[in-house]
């Protein structure tokens, strides 16, 4: 029996609209860009859509005006996202979702990481001379854990939904069969991967056109074998990609080229209920993913450390306050690197890592005035024990309900390897094991034995979705991509609005910052002063300005009014509210 999330009606999904009309919607998203009108947040009294492709906002959109509720929109976003934004949005990967009711006064977690095959092992990506071998754990069939989305989605919908699979899915399964306009980022990103999509011929067969040129923006894209598939799946339930025909495409697959992945994996593989991390930070209740992510232990830590610092009165971005900030990152990452992996596994100190006392000693050891090198900086001992390319959305219904989504395939295009006649991408999630203790993955983030391989093991993430609530309110939905930078975008963006008094837009454009332990570095973003700097570099901080981090999608409600903030930073990007 389903659970009861409220909702007023139950209807069916209207489909997208075609292919003119949704040219001139990306004309006119794309023209709201330049205008600069995605500056003030956009507003919302019955529902709010946060994602990072406009037409998967549309169809959630959709779902919210045709009487669904969040969960409902949620699932009907995230098979949107694996058309539309095959980058990251898939079905041949995994993730996490947080749901909180106000109506129940709860907030739930539903796991659907990936899992290692069962043939997989400890030493599976050593090469000969007992080193890492990155080309396996990333490009190459071993490199698949067993996916998660489509089961994690169902059982969403089955427990919190109102609306069918099939009414759920019909708006993916249009985009996929007749098509979509094609965006200028969607374009570039298939031209700059083109030599690692291109070396598989299932891959090149869907990426590109028969003569091997690219989609040009304004150009149609359809998406044929994934279409089949989706519209399998609508039809037979999530079982079919486990057990029917889809799963034996994708086995047949693995065995083409040396993969795991066999029939009994898929058949074995099941979403978990998670209770979520909680923690408080002046006042508000702060709901993100526990294990085997990594992301909200370490984001309710961060915070606690911060909390004994007035940091609104050193101000938003000033050297202190990205100092203290950046002191108290090292400190959490230094943790995640030994005491973080599947609590199915392995004992995670979870209630010591969380603790206000904890925090409390960490700041002990921070200097106000100096940076810490990180080669003196050890994991601490709490007591007692207990991607880059991802994509996130948020969502919240008029009924109360909230949802905060994060899930991915790995890198950009996970693997780049496509299943072949099933047309959707593999991850490449083996590779955020640990493939040998101490040596840093793609992230650069160290491992440790709590993350070694193992069979049926979920990986270690750093994906965040989080909901902060005020009062028994939801109050903040947010979360991002990002690899290893996910935990501090999401980190910040809670800071912006509670301790800036920043509203959601600004909270999600403002420049960031980040600092993994190792290597000892502080990342930042363009957009902070040069005094700033300076001051930071006198600490003794090694600077870095590099590339643009994150992607959170993130919406706030004050005084019954839901406000939409949209990265900019992501050019597909929307927030619409009802």
């Known amino acids: 029996m389903r659970e009861k999330f409220h909702h007023l009606s139950r209807r069916c999904v209207m489909g997208m609209v075609g292919g003119v009309m949704l040219l001139v919607s990306t004309m006119a998203y794309s023209a709201a860009i330049l205008e600069g009108e995605r500056m003030s947040p956009v507003q919302g009294k019955e529902g709010m859509v946060v994602t990072s492709h406009f037409l998967a906002t549309q169809s959630a959109q959709d779902v919210l005006k045709n009487g669904g509720n969040a969960i409902d929109a949620a699932v009907t976003a995230a098979f949107s996202l694996a058309v539309t934004q095959p980058r990251s949005g898939n079905i041949g990967g995994g993730g996490f979702m947080l749901i909180s009711s106000e109506q129940n006064d709860e907030v739930v977690a539903i796991d659907y990481r990936e899992k290692a095959p069962i043939k997989a092992t400890v030493d599976m990506f050593l090469d000969k001379e007992g080193n890492a071998d990155s080309q396996l754990s990333r490009y190459s069939h071993l490199a698949a854990g067993v996916p998660g989305t489509v089961a994690g989605l169902a059982l969403a919908l089955e427990k919190y939904g109102t609306i069918s699979l099939k009414e759920a899915m019909a708006p993916a399964i249009k985009l996929a069969e007749?098509?979509?306009?094609?965006?200028?980022?969607?374009?570039?990103?298939l031209k700059q991967k083109e030599k690692m999509l291109a070396k598989w011929t299932s891959s090149a067969k869907i990426f590109y056109k028969p003569d091997g040129s690219f989609y040009e923006p304004g150009e149609l894209f359809v998406q044929k074998d994934l279409a089949a598939t989706l519209r399998r799946i609508s039809e037979k339930g999530a079982k079919e990609f486990y057990e029917g025909q889809t799963a034996e495409l994708l086995v047949a697959e693995m065995a083409k080229h040396g993969g795991l992945i066999t029939m009994e994996d898929m058949k074995n593989y099941s979403p978990t209920m998670r209770e979520p991390v909680h923690g408080t930070y002046r006042g508000h209740d702060i709901y993100s993913m526990s294990s085997p992510s990594s992301g909200g232990v370490h984001v309710?830590?961060?915070?606690?450390?911060?909390?004994?610092?007035?940091?609104?009165?050193?101000?938003?971005?000033?050297?202190?306050?990205?100092?203290?900030?950046?002191?108290?990152?090292?400190?959490?990452?230094?943790?995640?690197?030994f005491y973080l992996g599947d609590e199915d596994f392995v004992k995670v100190p979870l209630k010591g890592l969380i603790s206000k006392d904890y925090a409390a000693k960490i700041r002990e050891g921070i200097d106000a005035k100096k940076a810490t090198p990180s080669s003196t900086i050890v994991p601490g001992k709490p007591e007692p024990y207990e991607s880059n390319e991802t994509t996130h959305f948020s969502i919240i219904d008029k009924f109360g309900n909230a949802v905060s989504n994060t899930y991915t395939i790995n890198f950009s295009y996970g693997s780049g390897i496509v299943v072949e006649g099933a047309g959707f991408l593999l991850n490449n999630e083996m590779d955020d094991f640990s493939a040998k203790p101490g040596v840093p993955n793609a992230y650069g983030l160290i491992g440790g034995e709590a993350n070694k391989i193992e069979p049926n093991k979920r990986m270690l993430s750093s994906m965040s979705p989080?909901?902060?609530?005020?009062?028994?309110?939801?109050?903040?939905?947010t979360g991002s991509p990002g690899g290893s930078r996910i935990i501090t975008t999401t980190l910040q963006v809670i800071m912006n609005v509670i301790d800036h008094g920043l509203n959601i837009q600004s909270a999600v454009a403002a420049p960031r910052i980040h600092h993994q332990w190792l290597p000892d570095e502080l990342r930042i973003e363009e957009g902070l002063s040069g005094d700033t700097i300076k001051i930071l570099q006198e600490k003794g901080h090694q600077v870095k300005q590099k590339t643009s981090m994150g992607a959170i999608q993130s919406i706030m409600v004050k005084d019954g009014i839901m406000y939409g903030g949209a990265d900019p930073r992501r050019s597909t990007a929307l927030a619409a509210g009802l």
């Open 178 to 189: 007749e098509g979509f306009v094609v965006t200028p980022r969607f374009s570039d990103g």
């Open 300 to 337: 309710v830590q961060i915070l606690n450390i911060l909390e004994g610092y007035p940091v609104s009165e050193y101000g938003h971005n000033s050297a202190q306050t990205i100092h203290l900030m950046a002191e108290a990152m090292k400190r959490a990452y230094a943790d995640r690197s």
């Open 466 to 477: 989080t909901i902060v609530k005020n009062q028994g309110k939801n109050f903040l939905v």
